[in-house]
C-alpha cells in the first residue's frame, strides 16, 4: 500500500493496526536496505550475480507480504468476531 499506492507508512499502520516500526521494518526489507535482524545488508555497489540477487528480491518482497497477510488475517478475525 505504501509503494504501490503511495500512502503514508503512518497511514497504512493505523489503518491495519500495526505498529509503525514494524511496517518501516517491512518497507526497509522490500526495498533491500536492511536484512531481517535490522542490519544494514551487503553495501551497494557490492558486485553480485544478478540473478541470485533478483531471486533474493522476490524473496524477500514474498516473505513480507506473507508476514502482512497474517497480520491482516489477524486483524479482521479480531474487528468481525
Known sequence: MV??????ATV???????????????IAQARGTYGTRGRRTQAAGTA????VAALEAENKRLRM???FLKQAAAFFVKTHL
Open 65 to 67: 507480504e506473507n508476514d
Open 12 to 26: 497504512v499502520a493505523e489503518e491495519l493496526g500495526l505498529n509503525r516500526s514494524t511496517l518501516w521494518r517491512w
Open 3 to 8: 509503494e504501490e499506492l503511495g500512502k503514508p
Open 48 to 51: 553480485r550475480d544478478p540473478v
